[in-house]
């Protein structure tokens, strides 16, 4: 994913490939901090989702950045972005939420979301005019470090040899999400970056062949009013057709707890479960919603073949997984309270 830069010649491991100043760079805030002054300024994002508050929250300096630079800057940002990456993802429908119907604003968060570099340790974050447009690899042959003082000027070295001719590329995770398996190396870009990798390294590892499900390619409506539902491709299942395992290892906001399961719809050891969760109901699928926590902080997907729901709550707050041991029929709705 990218525009495809090449190698012109031979490099060799710690060459300098590339050097650029910003061209636009902003400082993180703290995210409660950024929170307080979202909430006060934009209170209809509480109806947009988690994820778009998160958009919101993480790269609001970044759109404050963008509207107060020159109008030739804020050209080369826009052009980094065509549109938000893929149009169906969870991550573009939070943009363009945040952008609330300005094209403008929404290319340039997308070039902040999917196009940045962070500059550590000072809490700067930069797109770049060339550097940003590097293709990504989850078998990068780039570093990206930064090198003197705020705005700093960003510096690209080849991590190995890399031949003439070779594509030249950076990784959009973190050194230990690369030591993840393919399937979930693709979740975490699909999540955080809006699209299915095919680098060679993906390729070559093959897995399960993991693809979003219909219900994570839509938007996930997060109103705070009860009993907002979902339309879903399963119907109301009988409680002795449902499994609950939880918390998930594979969610971010995963905590410590062992499975749990449940015999004629009560729920066996509670105590290993998220605190939010306090019970289920087969008609519908419901999630009952308990210890402070608003409906709105619940997020859920379902999968095309109906046979999973997994549940994330606010941070630290842990995941859910309901497995249905048998395929359910097409139709029905999926609600929360």
């Known amino acids: 994913v990218g525009r495809r830069l090449v190698a012109a ?30 909430l006060c300024e934009r ?19 970044a759109l404050a950045a963008f509207r107060a630079a020159p109008r030739d800057v804020q050209e080369k940002v826009i052009g980094l972005q065509s549109s938000c990456a893929c149009s169906t993802a969870p991550l573009a429908a939070a943009v363009a939420a945040v952008a609330a119907g300005k094209e403008r604003d929404a290319r340039a968060l997308g070039a902040a979301v999917l196009n940045s570099f962070d500059f550590e340790p000072d809490s700067h974050e930069a797109v770049f005019a060339v550097a940003s447009q590097l293709e990504h690899s989850c078998a990068p042959n780039l ?38 398996l393919v399937d979930r190396r693709r979740r975490l870009l699909y999540e955080k970056q809006g ?28 109103a705070t009013a009860r009993s907002t539902t979902w339309e879903a491709s399963a119907v109301p299942a009988q409680p002795n057709d449902l499994r609950l395992t939880g918390p998930l290892p594979t969610c971010s906001h995963s905590t410590a707890g062992a499975a749990a399961s449940t015999d004629g719809g009560s729920m066996a050891s509670v105590s290993t479960l998220p605190p939010w969760v306090a019970e289920w109901q087969a008609d519908p699928v419901k999630v009952v919603v308990r210890d ?17 729901l997994r549940l994330a709550g606010p941070p630290g707050g842990g995941c859910l997984h309901i497995e249905m041991p048998r395929p359910l029929p097409v139709g029905a709705r999926l609600a929360r309270s």
């Open 9 to 38: 010649r031979l490099l060799r491991a710690g060459d300098v490939v590339h050097s650029e100043e910003p061209l636009l760079a902003w400082r993180r805030q703290p995210a409660e901090t950024a929170a307080q002054q979202l």
């Open 292 to 308: 402070g926590v608003d409906a709105a902080a619940i997020s859920a997907w379902l999968s095309d073949d109906g046979r999973s």
């Open 143 to 180: 570093t990206f470090e930064a090198s003197g003082h705020a705005p700093r000027l960003g510096l690209w070295r080849a991590s190995r040899s890399i031949a003439l001719g070779e594509a030249l590329s950076v990784t959009y995770l973190q050194r230990k999400e690369l030591r993840r």
């Open 43 to 61: 209170p209809d994002l509480l109806s947009a989702g988690r994820l778009a508050m998160a958009v919101a929250a993480q790269k609001g300096p």
């Open 195 to 222: 699209f299915i990798c095919q680098c060679g390294r993906c390729l070559a590892e093959g897995g399960d062949g993991w693809r979003p499900t219909g219900a994570e390619e839509g938007t996930m409506r997060g």
